[in-house]
């Protein structure tokens, strides 16, 4: 009995049991635990703050591509303006030179046409002999292609060369102002300007006798075509069709509905009986 009296008291609130007891895993960081580091975490976030600011850099590029391509448009309106001015002074040229002639014709009339100053004219031309010049050069540049696709065919060389007769006649038919413009100055009696002879127009025209002169080259060499040079074969037939046309109602005369003077099938009659073997 005196030995249970003497025994050690069970450990109180504020023994070890109790420290250890106070010490709860959540508290106490484990071997290695980065808990430590927190304040860096902070000071990171510190750092990396501004970046909630690149929304407003954001939309600023944006306001500065949508005004750049709101400027871009812009240009486009003033280019297509220009373009479409330059075309209606054009329209106005071919029809007042193809009625009068080079000498006749003043810019004044032309630019009253197109309604225009003539002041403005001088904004798209350096004088009267540019502006004729470059009413030959808008309708080669889209004549020659169809000519070249043409003459390229994969029909025989006398059904290209009845298809070459379709072609031009049918250009001047759809363009009746530069139809009589080109017979006025393809005419040996009118004198034209100097300006026709620039090296641009005269390179169009020998690509264009030279296409023909291959059609008959190879017409020859399958013996469909008559002997001779190709290349005198090739004007003749180019006279041929500017003799049709310079009669042509639906180029010659402002009332298209006229009865014509000879049918196209009548052309291609005489073509063929020109060259064919």
């Not at 006649?169 to 413009?181: I, K, Q, S, T």
């Not at 296409?211 to 190879?218: G, H």
């Not at 500017?242 to 298209?256: F, G, H, N, R, T």
């Amino acid at each position: 009995m005196a030995k249970s009296t003497t025994r050690a008291p069970a450990p109180s609130s504020t023994g070890r049991v109790t420290k250890k007891a106070a010490k709860p895993a959540s508290a106490t960081p484990a071997k290695g635990s980065k808990t430590a580091k927190e304040p860096r975490a902070s000071r990171s976030a510190t750092k990396r703050a501004p970046r909630a600011a690149r929304p407003t850099s954001t939309a600023t590029s944006s306001t500065g591509r949508n005004g750049a391509d709101a400027a871009s448009r812009r240009e486009q309106r003033r280019l297509l303006q220009q373009d479409l001015s330059r075309a209606q002074l054009l329209d106005a040229a071919e029809e007042v030179f193809g009625a009068k002639g080079f000498h006749e014709t003043t810019l004044k009339e032309i630019a009253d046409l197109a309604e225009f100053s003539v002041g403005s004219v001088y904004s798209f031309f350096e004088n009267k002999d540019d502006l004729f010049l470059n009413v030959f050069l808008r309708r080669g540049a889209e004549f020659l292609p169809g000519m070249l696709a043409t003459a390229e065919s994969t029909g025989s060389p006398l059904e290209t060369l009845h298809a070459l007769v379709e072609y031009e006649v049918g250009f001047f038919r759809a363009h009746p102002h530069f139809g009589r413009l080109f017979l006025r100055s393809a005419s040996t009696v009118v004198p034209v300007p100097d300006v026709l002879e620039s090296n641009e127009l005269g390179g169009n025209f020998e690509i264009a006798m030279q296409t023909q002169a291959e059609v008959f080259r190879k017409g020859q060499a399958l013996e469909v075509f008559r002997d001779g040079d190709p290349v005198v074969l090739a004007r003749m037939f180019s006279g041929l069709v500017s003799s049709y046309q310079s009669l042509d109602p639906a180029v010659v005369q402002d009332d298209p509905g006229d009865e014509e003077r000879m049918s196209l099938d009548e052309l291609h009659a005489i073509i063929d009986g020109a060259f064919r073997r």
